[in-house]
């Protein structure tokens, strides 16, 4: 008699674990699927902020560039600037050289023509 139980307990014991199974497989299926979509999600909100990031960072680069061209003029300006300033220095030591001859000639002179005019 139990093993009369135990044959009709077999097949409605089948069943049973084939519709637990089933129903696990939709559960697992409609989870992956919610998982799936929240992994898209989080894929969208992550390409905005690395497309924002890129934004920012053609944004840098513009600037750097542009202030390498700038950085560029005003290194070219002061070696103009240096040269001519070295042009000013080397004119002036060479004006006040010429004006020291001037002076000490002048001097001379001024000694010769004074020692003539005291023996006249």
Same mark, same amino acid.
Do not use: W
């Given at each position: 008699?139990?093993?009369?139980?135990?044959?009709?307990?077999?097949?409605?014991?089948?069943?049973?674990? %084939?519709?637990?199974?089933?129903?696990?497989?939709s559960i697992?299926?409609? &989870?992956? !699927?919610?998982?799936? #979509?929240? +992994?898209? *999600?989080?894929?969208?909100?992550?390409?905005?902020? %690395?497309?924002?990031?890129?934004?920012?960072?053609?944004?840098?680069?513009? &600037?750097? !560039?542009?202030?390498? #061209?700038? +950085?560029? *003029?005003?290194?070219?300006?002061?070696?103009?600037?240096?040269?001519?300033?070295?042009?000013?220095?080397?004119?002036?030591?060479?004006?006040e050289g010429?004006?020291?001859?001037?002076?000490?000639?002048?001097?001379?002179?001024?000694?010769?023509?004074?020692q003539k005019?005291?023996?006249?």
């Amino acid at each position: 008699m139990t093993f009369d139980l135990f044959c009709f307990l077999i097949p409605i014991t089948k069943k049973f674990i %084939i519709i637990i199974i089933r129903t696990e497989i939709s559960i697992q299926s409609n &989870k992956n !699927k919610i998982d799936i #979509e929240d +992994l898209r *999600v989080k894929r969208s909100d992550l390409s905005a902020v %690395i497309e924002q990031e890129e934004g920012q960072k053609r944004e840098v680069e513009d &600037k750097i !560039k542009a202030l390498k #061209e700038k +950085l560029e *003029v005003l290194e070219k300006s002061l070696e103009n600037k240096n040269a001519m300033k070295m042009k000013y220095d080397k004119t002036i030591e060479d004006t006040e050289g010429a004006f020291a001859k001037v002076i000490f000639r002048f001097h001379l002179l001024y000694i010769f023509f004074f020692q003539k005019t005291l023996y006249f």
